[in-house]
C-alpha cells in the first residue's frame, strides 16, 4: 500500500487523524484480497479441506450435495448483506456484496487458469489459510467484508473491542467441527490447523488502532 495511505495526518488538535483510502485504492484492495482469498479456497477445494466463516458453510453444503461452491458462498451471506448495511453503514455494505461476488466469481474461473498437478494437502492448508487471512486482512483495512461471520466479528471489533481475529476463530472452530459429518479426521484436522493459521494471521496484523487508514 502506498505511503500516503498508512502515514497518520496531523488533526487540529495536533493527534494524529486516520488517513482516508482513495477510491483507487480501495479497488486495487477489493481485486488483490478477493484473489488471494480465492486462491487460498481453491486450494482447499482442491484437497477437500474447508475454512471458516460462510465459505466454511459454503463448503459443508457443496460437499454434502455437490451443488456449485460459487453459487452457495453468494446465497449463505444473502441474510448478512442487510446486517452490513444497518451496523456498519451503506459503504461497508456495498464492499462487502462487491468483493463477495468477486470472489465467488474468480472461485469459479480459477480452475481454468491454475491447474494443481501435485499440492500437498498440509502445504495446502497453511499456504491457503495464509493467504486467505491476508486477503481478509486487505479487505478489513479498506472497510469491506467477505459478509457473514466477517460482519458480526467486524462490529464486535468496532463496538466492544473484541479483536476480529480471536472471535473469528471462536466460529470457524465451531463451523469446522461441523465437517465430520462430510470429511474425514484427517481433512477435519487440517481445515482446524488452517483456520488457526488464518485468523492467526488476523489477531496479529488487525488490531484496533493499529492502521491509521480509513
Known sequence: MSTATTASVPSAAGRPRAARHRPYEDVQALLTGTLFIALGITMYGNTHLLTGGTAGLAFLLHYATGWNFSVLIFLVNLPF??????????????????????????????????????????????????????????????????????????????????????????????????????????HVALSVLGAVVMNMTLAVNHRPGRYMAM
Open 81 to 186: 448483506y442487510g446486517l452490513a448495511w444497518w451496523r456498519m453503514g451503506k459503504v461497508f455494505a456495498v464492499k462487502t456484496v462487491l468483493a463477495v461476488s468477486l470472489m465467488a466469481l474468480l472461485v469459479q474461473w480459477l480452475p481454468q487458469w491454475v491447474v494443481f498437478q501435485t499440492l500437498n494437502p498440509v502445504f495446502a492448508t497453511v499456504a491457503g489459510g495464509l493467504l486467505i487471512g491476508a486477503g481478509m486482512l486487505m479487505l478489513f483495512r479498506h472497510r469491506a467484508s467477505l459478509g457473514g461471520i466477517n460482519v458480526l466479528v467486524l462490529y464486535l471489533q468496532e463496538r466492544f473491542g473484541w479483536r476480529a481475529g480471536k472471535v473469528q476463530m471462536g466460529f470457524d472452530c465451531l463451523i469446522v467441527l461441523g465437517a465430520f459429518s462430510v470429511v474425514d479426521w484427517w
